[in-house]
């Protein structure tokens, strides 16, 4: 681990006047000091912003769910007005780590964890991410059991962020604070594909500061859902996992948002799914056919061929749970 500097902010100013030059923002720590430890990431200052109280606090209003960066994940799962009206958001803050874990980790932390890809965590290896001036996806003929189905010819990450797969599905939106002011990014515009940038998984720009997540209000008739699917039935990130949001007249479905997690380098809608769903009564055909839909695209690799069925199966079960056609599934993890 390098030498670094560590400065405690109480404001927000306080944090903005402290980035630059080679500074990194820490909240809760988690995957930061993992990334420092394993010699990945070498900031030479920590903008420590788990004391700036304005970034804390979760607020529902008639316009939706206001939800400060520094939000636990444990605040969030058990937060009974998500639980009611945001259920697949408290559900998948609720099944990511561990309970320790989500007592410390914020959600501004989880939407910009890094990802776990075991070449780009090694140094023992380089890779096109890290910017090195390596031009090789060490994953695409490699060991790639965990890694991208989709969308992953420039680079075979994941991004690994449970709580991003709801937060798209219900059109959050981030709010950016730097010393030039402030800007709203929607989540499907957040996340960056590796055809873009294969260095940045984000639009976050050095100097910026999330400073809010808003989510609207949900159309009367909404119901939601996530589920995650792992190697084993403990704490874990998933190798796949789903979020529907599905706004039902009756047992007609009259709009939906399907959101694959940890299929593609960035959290995905699948377009093919929704047009299966919507104008459709949801049941057990249906939500298996959405299944097939979004997978028709997928491009597995040597070793990830099972994620489209693990895929297949967790929309199916996903949409079921969202349309309150089935318990959750016992097999989820979390
Ligand atoms: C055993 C284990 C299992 C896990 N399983 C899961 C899982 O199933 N699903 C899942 O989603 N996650 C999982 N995680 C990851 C964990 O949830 C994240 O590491 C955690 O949420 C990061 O939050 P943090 O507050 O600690 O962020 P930090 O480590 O402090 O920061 C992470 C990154 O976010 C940036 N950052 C933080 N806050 C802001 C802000 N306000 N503005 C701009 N940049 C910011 C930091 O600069 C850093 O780059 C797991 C972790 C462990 C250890």
Same mark, same amino acid.
Request: glycine share 8%.
């Given at each position: &681990?390098?030498?670094?500097? /560590? ?5 927000? *100013? ?24 394993? *010699? ?75 990802? +776990?890809?075991?070449? /780009? ?68 515009? /957040? ?43 403990? /704490?874990?990130?998933?190798?796949? *996992? ?40 949801? *049941? ?10 979004? &997978? ?29 056609? &089935?318990? +959750? ?6």
């Amino acid at each position: &681990m390098n030498k670094f500097a /560590f400065v405690d902010c109480k404001t927000v *100013d306080e944090a903005l006047g402290q980035l630059g030059d080679g500074a990194t923002v820490k909240a809760g720590g988690i995957d930061l000091l993992d990334l420092m430890k394993d *010699d990945i990431v070498f900031p030479a200052k920590l903008v420590n912003i788990r004391n700036v109280d304005s970034l804390r606090g979760i607020t529902v209003s008639a316009d939706g769910l206001q939800l400060g960066p520094l939000s636990t994940l444990s605040e969030i799962a058990d937060h009974p007005e998500i639980q009611r009206s945001y259920s697949a958001l408290s559900d998948a803050a609720g099944h990511a780590a561990t309970p320790q874990v989500r007592n410390m980790a914020t959600l501004g932390g989880n939407i910009m964890q890094r990802p +776990r890809c075991w070449y /780009f965590r090694s140094t023992d290896v380089d890779c096109k991410k890290k910017g090195g001036g390596s031009d090789e996806c060490h994953a695409q003929a490699g060991e790639n059991q965990y890694h991208a189905i989709m969308n992953n010819s420039t680079c075979a990450m994941v991004h690994p962020s449970s709580t991003a797969v709801p937060l798209l599905g219900m059109d959050a939106q981030v709010e950016l604070t730097s010393k030039r002011g402030k800007r709203m990014v929607l989540m499907s515009n /957040f996340y960056v594909p590796p055809e873009k940038s294969v260095i940045n998984e984000t639009v976050v720009q050095p100097g910026e500061l999330i400073t809010g997540i808003f989510v609207p209000a949900p159309a009367p008739g909404t119901r939601s859902a996530y589920q995650k699917y792992g190697e084993k039935e403990s /704490f874990d990130w998933p190798i796949a *996992d789903a979020g529907v949001v599905l706004v039902m007249d009756g047992a007609l479905c009259r709009k939906a948002s399907v959101v694959l997690g940890v299929a593609a380098p960035t959290p995905i809608r699948s377009k093919a799914a929704e047009a299966v769903l919507t104008g459709k009564t949801i *049941d057990e055909a249906t939500a298996r056919a959405a299944g097939k839909a979004a &997978m028709q695209d997928a491009t597995p690799l040597s070793q990830n061929g099972y994620k489209v069925q693990l895929f297949q199966t967790a929309i199916y079960r996903t949409v079921l749970l969202a349309a309150g056609q &089935m318990q +959750r599934d016992p097999s989820a993890i979390g």
